[in-house]
């Protein structure tokens, strides 16, 4: 099967777009496959060439037109009609994904004057423009939109007769974590599979007469956590959204990059283990129940004490690897020494960690309509509109809009910025309304 013939529109002012590459980077989630098989389809359904680059920016980040340059069907693939028609509801990512961060030196606005720390930047720009790439689309979390931006402002700095690979980005985050866009594909699918692993819990724990603490993904937010325990009716969510005034210490830290002092707030542990604690001795006295399952936000750990995370080691965006301290484990111990200490006896309190089991698990209907439309999006804003450092969003029945990159990133710091529950917002009312409530217990 053929490529259709071009199709050049009058009215569109991205014409001159003729060949695109399409990148997919960051941790995976359901529906990766719809986005990109909407992008391809688009491009390709106007007689327009697609490049799919694998692995992320794990090969394009180092290319070299002498001595690495990039091996079709290896480190790229150029896709037809038929290798993207009919996998929207596949799992997994056909073009496969990496967390290589190509902008790892550049810390603020003036590093992108710096020749050497935005050498994988220019090795990037090079190998799309001697492959004839005319577009970009980014599918990925907000380090991706870091990257994405970066490549934009990069070719900004470019002499005025550079040749310029128009970049356009489509959010993608089971977290949920986004400025800009409302869901993100992936949350839904994610929540119900870990609400169902929730439901599955609390169902072991009645019969065991026992508690689960589990620590959920969500990195930094409470969106994955929160959802999971609403649909999964866990009796109780915490989330660093719910850090109060009562649950802070200040701690002095050794800032790593200037060697100075400063005074950071942190989360006070041993109020958390008291919170559990205290709803546990609840149940048991007003409602005669011995079981629950408690949901804790994976973003709490990063709020701990210095002496629970100095060791723990940080990803190449320079994120620490919260999952590798092991929240829930260690808050379950805390507590069922908590609870003996209180009560004189034993309960058994297990902690696990939940997560990786929903990033490639099969997406909802939902997750590969909006997935879709955000795919369609890259094509009718880099071609149609003619756009260039934008991201597409959605709102409403599924309408397309458009948000430039300098309203999504700090203009200085050009770091994103986490999109954190709102404690006067509904959806944490809801939350708060549907768990396990002392306040009732004691009226």
């Known amino acids: 099967m053929g490529n259709p013939k071009f199709v050049d529109n009058p009215a569109w002012r991205g014409n001159h777009i003729r060949r695109v590459g399409v990148i997919f980077s960051g941790g995976p989630a359901p529906g990766a496959n719809a986005v990109i098989s909407a992008v391809a389809v688009s491009f390709l359904d106007t007689g327009r060439e697609v490049v799919g680059f694998m692995h992320g920016y794990e090969y394009l980040q180092d290319y070299d037109p002498v001595t690495n340059r990039l091996e079709k069907d290896v480190h790229y693939k150029e896709f037809r009609l038929p290798d993207v028609t009919g996998i929207r509801n596949s799992q997994g990512i056909l073009i496969r994904t990496s ?18 720390k935005t050498r994988k930047l220019r090795n990037i720009y090079y190998g799309l423009v001697d492959m004839k790439i005319d577009a970009l689309v980014s599918i990925g979390g907000d380090d991706t939109l870091k990257t994405a931006n970066y490549l934009y402002e990069f070719q900004k700095r470019l002499p005025e007769e550079a040749k310029r690979v128009h970049i356009i980005h489509l959010p993608k985050t089971i977290d949920n974590d986004y400025r800009g866009i409302d869901f993100t594909f992936g949350y839904f699918t994610a929540v119900d599979f870990l609400a169902k692993e929730i439901s599955n819990l609390r169902e072991d724990a009645r019969a065991t007469e026992s508690y689960f603490v589990v620590e959920s993904m969500g990195r930094k937010s409470g969106w994955l956590s929160y959802g999971t325990g609403i649909a999964g009716e866990a009796n109780l969510i915490l989330s660093v959204e719910d850090i109060d005034e009562d649950m802070v210490l200040e701690e002095k830290v050794i800032d790593e990059e200037t060697g100075e002092e400063r005074v950071e707030r942190r989360l006070k542990v041993e109020a958390l283990v008291d919170r559990i604690t205290r709803l546990i001795i609840a149940r048991e006295e007003h409602e005669n129940k011995r079981f629950g399952v408690i949901v804790l936000a994976e973003g709490l750990a990063e709020r701990f004490p210095e002496a629970y995370i100095r060791d723990v080691p940080k990803d190449p965006h320079g994120h620490l690897s919260i999952g590798k301290i092991d929240i829930g484990r260690l808050v379950a111990k805390m507590v069922a020494a908590e609870y003996t200490k209180r009560t004189g006896k034993k309960r058994k309190i297990t902690g696990l960690q939940l997560g990786y089991e929903s990033r490639c698990s099969k997406p909802h209907a939902f997750d590969v309509m909006l997935g879709s439309q955000l795919g369609i999006g890259g094509f009718r804003g880099l071609v149609e509109e003619g756009l260039d450092g934008h991201m597409v969003s959605v709102s409403g029945q599924l309408d397309l809009q458009y948000v430039p990159f300098h309203e999504l990133v700090n203009p ?32």
Do not use: Q
Request: charged share 45%; net charge negative.
């Open 99 to 116: 967390r290589a961060n190509p902008g790892k030196a550049i810390r603020n606005v003036r590093d992108l004057d710096d020749p050497e």
């Open 412 to 443: 200085e710091t050009l770091y994103t910025e986490i999109r954190f529950i709102e404690r006067d917002s509904d959806f944490y009312r809801l939350a708060r309304f549907l768990e396990t409530r002392t306040d009732r217990m004691e009226n």
